[in-house]
């Protein structure tokens, strides 16, 4: 059951919780580093304290220290501020097509974004009636090279960095038919950059397939992947056309324009023809 913002208390209940935000607030007030004797004047914590708490937000990268006895906000802080910006902005680009590709297969449709050498799932459509039991939910992970989205995105780096997270990783294996030969998964990724797709063949879950189209934003550049979970045996090609043009419709919803050239080794996005069709790769 979702909590309602009204059972979240209006302050936070653990102490160092409240320090912490406390300092952050200081330090977000000004655009240059600020002095620790400063911070605790501000804050009305005792130095040691306040020198204390920026240490362990220091470790963490949320706090810099350009110099001795001075702090400002971290990188950190920015790189989680963007990833939820892009979060947010995807989800509810993707959201109304997202439930009308579902109305359409009546199987799970899966919206998804790189993290690390991981996909997180950050929205999905589903109903009971599809006969599948959902195994990721909101907010779950999965390596790149099981998934049919995260091949989407291993297919647009380039070659050096493929073979980085193949050794990062070991290619570990979840099924029978997981991919965990570096040169199986670069023919893999060769017929994802082609066709603007890829797939799952019963790599993650034994009994699930998955089908994957990118989604762009305004410059070109993947920045989530829209999928169909269904049971191995009922995962439909027909759907691959309405799939692709639905992320096509989602991308253009983010400034996405046909004809830009992605980036160097990215996987292109899938042509839509007139009618609105896609090109169809062969299973």
Not at 35 to 46: A, D, P, Q, R, V
Not at 85 to 114: I, Y
Not at 264 to 281: I, N
Request: glycine share 8%.
């Amino acid at each position: 059951m979702r909590k309602n913002h009204s059972d979240i208390p209006a302050t936070p209940v653990i102490q160092v919780i409240e320090r912490m935000f406390a300092l952050i607030d200081v330090l977000a007030s000004r655009e240059e580093a600020i002095s620790l004797k400063e911070i605790s004047e501000k804050t009305g914590l005792h130095p040691s304290t306040t020198h204390r708490i920026l240490n362990d937000l220091a470790v963490g990268r949320f706090v810099d220290r350009p110099e001795a006895g001075s702090y400002r906000l971290g990188m950190r802080l920015l790189e989680l501020g963007n990833l939820v910006k892009g979060r947010l902005n995807v989800r509810d680009a993707a959201l109304g097509p997202m439930r009308e590709l579902h109305k359409l297969t009546q199987q799970p449709v899966n919206l998804s974004m790189r993290q690390g050498d991981e996909i997180v799932y950050i929205e999905r459509s589903y109903s009971e009636r599809s006969g599948m039991q959902v195994v990721r939910a909101i907010g779950g992970r999965a390596a790149l090279h099981l998934t049919s989205t995260g091949k989407l995105f291993l297919a647009a780096d380039d070659p050096q960095r493929v073979r980085s997270y193949a050794t990062r990783t070991g290619l570990a294996g979840h099924t029978r038919n997981s991919i965990t030969q570096l040169p199986a998964l670069e023919r893999e990724l060769s017929k994802a950059r082609q066709y603007g797709i890829a797939r799952d063949n019963e790599e993650l879950e034994l009994g699930v397939r998955c089908m994957a189209a990118g989604i762009y934003d305004d410059q070109a550049k993947l920045v989530a992947g829209l999928s169909i979970s269904a049971p191995a045996d009922r995962l439909d090609e027909g759907w691959l056309p309405k799939l692709q043009a639905t992320a096509n419709e989602i991308s253009e919803a983010l400034g996405f324009k046909q004809g830009v050239a992605p980036a160097a080794g990215a996987v292109a996005a899938a042509p839509v023809s007139p009618a609105g069709g896609a090109s169809t790769p062969a299973p």
